[in-house]
């Protein structure tokens, strides 16, 4: 009877997970266009809704009602999948996040994660690494010589990044000696000062960067540069396929903004007089803010410069950090 409760528990916090982080991504493109307007001294969307607001709907519509088509010379199986890869890896990534602190409902205890494994961080960056498939594949399935370099970039920038991020990563678990996101978030449960980022600040800067980078953000959205290369992988998708890339690419955002949140920010954690959950909501929404922010304010850099960037300034710095974090905790 128990294993059948937790089945069914289990099924239920998956569905949630989905429903909400899928309204969440679409519902980022509004805010994300609004807060771009704002900084640049435009009005964004107005005119479908109050102040626009029903042009995610509207989007969505259109999304669902495009033609769906596919080149003639594209390798159909592999063309049709490879969406599909980026939104699966990127809600299946937070299976093992914990988003809010235990509560109580109708007399029942909810853990707001769906599978509280050991090795939650491990789990959450293989799993997401995995999503680079999905741009790289629709780029060399596409029969276009731009698709087929925005996949070429893709996998040069993901697999450069993860390895700094997983490097970043490092230090901190060092510290904690657990690999657990409950663990971590347990660590910092003394306050504001026994935050991960006042010992271990070069990881948070770093890993920052890198999941600029992995969530293809600007200045590292270099995947689909239209300036360059189109649309880069996505050049060939349309409808419901070309949104499925981006629903992965803004729950990916969010999934960086509660690791961040978790392993560096205190978590969940109850700050002053601020309850855990409206803690975190207030912290991952900050970080969302400044990825738009990033967006609004900073130029694309070149391949090569990103390149420069990951392997002879943020690597040496992330292994640096290590050895650093080594020394402190031996002596």
């Not at 029942?108 to 498939?133: E, K, Q």
């Not at 890993?207 to 953000?217: I, L």
Request: with cysteine; proline share 5%.
């Amino acid at each position: 009877m128990m294993e059948t409760g937790f089945i069914i528990e289990t099924i239920v916090k998956a569905v949630v997970i989905l429903a909400v982080f899928s309204a969440l991504a679409g519902f980022t493109t509004y805010i994300e266009r609004k807060v771009l307007a704002f900084m640049q001294r435009r009005l964004g969307p107005m005119n479908v809704g109050p102040h626009g607001v029903l042009q995610l709907a509207a989007d969505g519509i259109k999304l669902f009602m495009k033609e769906d088509f596919i080149p003639q010379n594209a390798s159909r199986p592999v063309f049709m999948i490879a969406p599909i890869i980026t939104s699966a890896t990127a809600f299946i990534a937070m299976s093992a996040v914990p988003f809010f602190p235990e509560f109580e409902l109708f007399g029942y205890t909810v853990r707001p994660i769906i599978s509280d494994i050991n090795v939650g961080v491990l789990f959450v960056m293989g799993v997401a690494s995995v999503g680079l498939y999905g741009p790289l594949l629709g780029g060399m399935s596409s029969a276009n010589k731009w698709s087929l370099l925005g996949g070429a970039r893709t996998a040069i920038q993901l697999l450069s990044y993860e390895v700094v991020s997983g490097l970043a990563l490092l230090a901190p678990l060092m510290l904690v000696g657990s690999l657990s996101l409950i663990d971590i978030n347990a660590y910092q449960a003394e306050g504001f000062t026994s935050w991960l980022i006042w010992t271990q600040p070069l990881a948070f800067v770093l890993f920052v960067m890198a999941g600029f980078a992995e969530t293809n953000r600007t200045p590292f959205d270099l995947l689909e540069h239209e300036a360059e290369i189109v649309a880069g992988y996505a050049t060939e998708y349309s409808g419901m396929r070309w949104g499925m890339f981006f629903i992965g690419e803004y729950a990916n955002l969010f999934t960086i903004c509660f690791l961040v949140s978790l392993i560096f920010l205190g978590g969940y954690n109850d700050l002053w007089f601020i309850p855990g959950w409206i803690a975190i909501l207030l912290k991952v929404f900050s970080l969302v803010f400044f990825f738009l922010w990033t967006r609004a304010a900073w130029p694309h850099i070149r391949p090569d410069q990103l390149m420069w960037l990951c392997w002879k300034i943020l690597m040496p710095l992330a292994v640096i950090n290590i050895l650093i974090t080594g020394f402190v905790m031996m002596f």
